[in-house]
């Protein structure tokens, strides 16, 4: 699928996009893999893990999605666009809303108006569960960006670029991931828990860029794509990473949630089931025409994608073999 095309990651010094790239070179022959990010001191950190002397087709673009005119210079021939960039941190967004706003909302505009432009046949836009529902600016700003990616597929017209998005849940190890601060926390002999009955969706980086690659792979435009994840409770979680340390409570933060939810209720009637992922279909008149109908198996009207109600459950030697594989 990737051999001979030009691919661009947007965010792509972040721990998906370094998996991301990972994975591509080692699994394909892209013509361009441009790396899109505004870190200079990332991107040079980045080019000594993967050098461009060994790896002939990888480039460093700086810039900013919030950058329009960077974008039409960076989108120039590019096939594919995997949007990962964005502004993540609950807490930060929350102290500074306007940042992201124009980062994950004007960014999410720019790539979807500069793809079209400059002709670009693929984008697919990193989401996060915490768009379902959302109760934080974060969550409402990719809730946003998820709205604006999937009706970029009728603001298209006759062009040929097509947008679908992927959203899973928290991913073992990433950057601003609770399980890096746990191991921190395990050298004081406490780990603070914001409340014993939390729950989360859990999926390894490997697996995340995996799915995202597959989709990528098989959209067809319009499509919100949610695979099927574990969930694990929080005073499971600080078993498996120290089962030697006491726990303390500390209450839930402002902006964070008890359980979460990746396909709300009110998604239902639009979700089909499949194997290993569901997917959520757009409200489209032309949407029939693009998509087979194929084993198509609609989930039930009340369901709900719910991290506390999902059956399937990780349990603590299993998140230990996740975590082992950092």
Known sequence: MLNGKNILITGGTGSFGKKCTEIILSRYKPRKLIIFSRDELK?????????????????????????????????HGVDYVI?????????????????????????????????????????????????????????????????LFISGNRYVGHEHTIFSVVRYGNVVGSRGSVIPFFQKCKQDGCLPITDPRMTRFWITLEQGVGFVLQCLEGMVGGELFVPKLPSMNIMDLARAIAPECRTEIVGIRPGEKLHEVMIPIDDARRTIEFEHYYLIQPDFGFWSRRYSDNEKKMVPEDFEYNSSTNPWRLNIDEMRGMIAQL
Not at 48 to 68: A, E, L, M, N, T
Not at 88 to 112: D, L, R, S
């Open 43 to 75: 991107q040079s950190e980045m080019a000594q893990q993967f050098p461009i002397s060994k790896y002939d087709c990888i480039r460093y673009f700086i810039g900013d999605v919030r950058d329009k005119e960077r974008l039409n210079r960076a989108f």
């Open 83 to 147: 949007h990962t960039a964005a502004l993540k941190q609950v807490p930060a967004a929350e102290y500074n809303p306007f940042e992201a706003v124009k980062t994950n909302v004007m960014g999410a505009q720019n790539i979807i108006n500069v793809a079209i432009d400059q002709g670009v046949s693929k984008v697919i836009a990193l989401s996060t569960d915490k768009a379902a529902n959302p109760i934080n600016l974060y969550g409402a700003t990719k809730l946003c960006s998820d709205k």
